[in-house]
């Protein structure tokens, strides 16, 4: 074998190294993806009753808004709206994987933009001269989602706080630093205790499992441990549920408060369905 072909030979075979560990990548990835399509999912509160369904509806029910001596409350037909997007905020074939509608990867200036910009929208169709209130109960579905999310995704609970987050729907709420700490940095799945600032679980692919070094991931089925308070099986889920219902219901008092929808019959029953 002259110098040359010895050339070509190695250089085969490193090609062939690299389509093996390519293909290999790949097959891993689709599994993964695969099961994760498939499997019961611990993405976020689950879409059930004692989750985000349950948690929305719970909100949607303590509201009777009196209008010109009547109390208004929300239509089945309008709770059913809401619930349905709100859970279809979850879709593993799109907004799953938009960090931000979920509070994940420590992403707060743009969820909580997202809500600023939800909320003006939810108004201005209530408010307009045409109301469509169709319109305003699916981003108010998504909008009580991602304010949910927040209770069981983020540490705020861990922090010690007993209250909702005023500033969710008023204001922003910047990111924290990139070298805040809140994990072990060969343990992901473990939050520091007194983590002095706001972090939120990180969801990255391709595993779901690993987070920047010193952060905390969200946690899911092949790797539960992480900051997720998605479900009864979770530490401190309780207290992120009954958060989650208090900061739903302020979200929808806050549109219904608000310059040009308060005492505006015609805004809320377009809202609540009526
Ligand atoms: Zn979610």
């Known amino acids: 074998m002259n110098f040359r072909v010895q050339k070509l030979a190695f250089k085969h075979g490193r090609n062939t190294f690299k389509n093996f560990v390519v293909t290999f990548t790949i097959t891993i990835v689709l599994l993964l993806l695969g099961y994760l399509f498939t499997a ?10 004692a989750g985000h369904l349950g948690i929305t509806s719970a909100a949607m029910l303590s509201i009777a ?3 010109g001596g009547v109390k208004l409350k929300f239509s089945r037909q309008a709770r059913a709206e809401i619930r349905d997007a709100n859970i279809s905020t979850d879709s593993l074939t799109g907004d799953a994987w938009v960090a931000e509608k979920h509070f994940d990867n420590e992403e707060f200036p743009a969820a909580t933009t997202r809500l600023l910009n939800l909320k003006s929208y939810i108004i201005g169709q209530i408010t307009s001269p ?3 209130g169709r319109n305003a109960r699916i981003a108010l ?6 304010i949910q999310d927040f209770y069981t995704h983020t540490n705020w609970v861990e922090m010690g706080n007993t209250g909702i987050d005023i500033r969710l729907g008023r204001t922003t709420i910047p990111k924290p ?15 520091l205790a007194r983590v002095p600032h706001l972090t939120s679980g990180y969801f990255l692919p391709p595993t779901f499992c690993s987070a920047p070094p010193g952060k905390t991931r969200h946690g899911w089925d092949i790797c539960p441990n992480g900051l997720n308070k998605d479900d009864s099986s979770r530490p401190r889920y309780m207290q992120a549920r009954t958060l989650a219902v208090y900061a739903s219901q302020d979200f929808i008092n806050q549109i219904l408060k608000a310059p040009g929808v308060a005492g505006n019959a015609r805004a809320i029953r377009a809202l609540m369905g009526l």
Do not use: M, R
């Not at 019961?40 to 009753?49: G, I, N, R, S």
């Not at 990139?178 to 940095?185: A, D, E, G, R």
């Open 40 to 49: 019961k999912l611990v993405l976020a509160f689950k879409p059930d009753e």
């Open 65 to 67: 808004e009196p209008v």
């Open 130 to 132: 045409s109301p469509n």
């Open 141 to 146: 579905g998504g909008t009580l989602h991602t």
């Open 177 to 191: 630093p990139v070298s805040l700490q809140s994990s072990p940095i060969n343990d992901p799945g473990v939050l």
